[in-house]
């Protein structure tokens, strides 16, 4: 059995990522302004607050576009930019995701531009142990941690990667139940 795919040409393609995250950032930009600077990492909390306060007031689409758009369609955006070689589509994803950085103080975005450039580049040239690297990888940092928790009798690196890998999905999970357990259903 197949399913049936879309047939998007690559022009069509980079033409929907491109005016899909223009159309976010346009209302995104409608609604704060124009971004006055990059956040420096000392104003990133203060400015992660302020963005909280501000997109309570934000329509529910604009929040879940502008949330996509940055982790999800910008990524791609750029993954895309390196394979075909466009240039252009790279350059536009990298600046959308820094825009999106201003405004939020989300360090996650301003990392994308590097981490997802870095991987494309090491999967593409590890291809065939890309996979094996990775569990390698992740077992020495998990096992690295480890040893410096004993080392030094503190669990700071091993809190860290349990944090972020175990803790904060169920804490979201759980969050996001409350949330829309209470909330009146549309649609």
Known sequence: MSLPRAALSRRTFIFVLIASTAIALFA?????????????LDM?????AQFSLE??????LLVYATGWMAQGVLPVAIVAGL?????????FAGCAELVYFSYNGMKTFAA?????????????????RFGRS???????????????GIA???????????????VVPGQLAGVYADHYSYQEKYG
Request: no cysteine.
């Open 152 to 166: 030094f009798n503190s669990n700071v690196v091993t809190d860290v990667i349990t944090r972020r890998t175990l």
């Open 112 to 128: 994308v531009i590097v981490i997802v450039p870095v991987t494309y580049w090491v999967a593409t040239r590890y291809v065939r």
């Open 134 to 148: 990775l569990i390698f990888a992740i077992v020495a940092l998990v096992a690295v941690g480890f040893g410096l």
């Open 83 to 91: 394979y075909w070689r466009k240039p252009a589509l790279l350059l």
């Open 28 to 40: 995104l930009v409608a609604r704060l302004g124009p971004p006055d600077s990059l956040p420096t």
């Open 44 to 48: 990133i909390y203060e400015r992660r």
């Open 55 to 60: 997109s309570t007031e934000f329509p529910t």
